[in-house]
């Protein structure tokens, strides 16, 4: 974690079932090397707007959350899915209500495990196409 706070062995991640893992150097097949740069493209689109790096790639035995950033106080917490193509419809809508509960669950195993008590949260979903050679990023920010 980046900034004035910094992850802390000690906290109730023992309980939770959570630990904080170092993300693949280098993932093992096409579908994780997709997902990997739909993340890059995401956070490069974040960055951009002023937002700072909290955590990626967090994961809990809950799940993984795939991006958690923070700008003015404002704690988000993004879920990024990516396509190649249009045919299985965009990454936005595969995020099903099944899926925003579980990220619900990451954040507060999250805020928990790190102490954390932002004034403001949010859920984001990043949609992002690919192509070749650059990539189309959609921001629904809020979005549950």
């Known amino acids: 974690m980046e900034g004035n706070r910094r992850f802390r062995p000690e906290c109730r991640r023992a309980r939770l079932g959570c630990v ?24 490069q689109t974040y960055l951009q707007l002023g937002f700072r790096t909290v955590a990626r790639n967090w994961r809990c035995s809950l ?20 396509r190649r193509g249009s045919a299985f419809g965009a990454g936005y809508e595969a995020v099903t209500w099944s899926k925003q509960s579980k990220v619900r669950q990451l954040a507060e195993a999250f805020l928990a495990s790190n102490r954390l008590f932002p004034a403001r949260v949010r859920f984001d979903v990043a949609s992002v196409l690919l192509g070749r050679g650059e990539a189309d990023v959609e921001l629904f920010e809020d979005a549950f």
């Open 20 to 43: 904080r893992m170092r993300p693949d150097p280098a993932p093992a097949n096409p579908r994780s090397s997709l997902g990997r740069a739909g993340e890059d493209a995401a956070l």
């Open 63 to 82: 799940g993984e959350l795939d991006l958690v950033l923070e700008r003015d106080g404002t704690l988000v917490f993004c879920e990024v899915k990516t």
